[in-house]
């Protein structure tokens, strides 16, 4: 059964750190095109972070640039998301999501999860005042 499990989200206060993770399973993440994108109460889906696998190009929102980084490692079939100086902007559900490549990572610009072959189920991220 392939499929994508975020984890990690959590209720944490303004400028601290939070990492969450998204497994894989039934197929390698190796390969893929990856990223995570989130959707804020009342807004619409937002693309915050992928990473191309062919060449290691990446799309950064300017909203979380500086602050969040993506990782993956291929021996635990896991991506992860880490979130530095959250603020109360960053709340949110955060979703992870891979495709074989080409995918719209990261031409895609804040669209790159657009066709994503797989779509984890989210991950709430509250951060407090």
């Known amino acids: 059964d392939v499929q994508l499990q975020a984890s990690g989200g959590g209720l944490v206060q303004a400028g601290e750190s939070l990492t969450l993770s998204c497994s894989a399973s039934g197929f390698s993440i190796d390969g893929y095109d990856i990223g995570w994108f989130r959707q804020a109460p009342g807004k619409e889906r937002e693309g915050v972070l992928c990473v191309s696998s062919r060449d290691g190009s990446t799309y950064n929102a300017e909203s979380v640039r500086g602050r969040f980084t993506i990782s993956v490692d291929n021996a635990k079939n896991t991506m992860y998301l880490q979130m530095n100086s959250l603020n109360t902007e960053d709340t949110a559900i955060y979703y992870c999501?891979?495709?074989?490549?080409?995918?719209?990572?990261?031409?895609?610009?804040?669209?790159?999860?657009?066709?994503?072959?797989?779509w984890g189920k989210g991950t709430l991220v509250t951060v407090s005042s």
């Open positions: 999501a891979a495709d074989q490549p080409p995918s719209l990572c990261p031409h895609g610009g804040a669209k790159f999860y657009y066709g994503m072959d797989y």
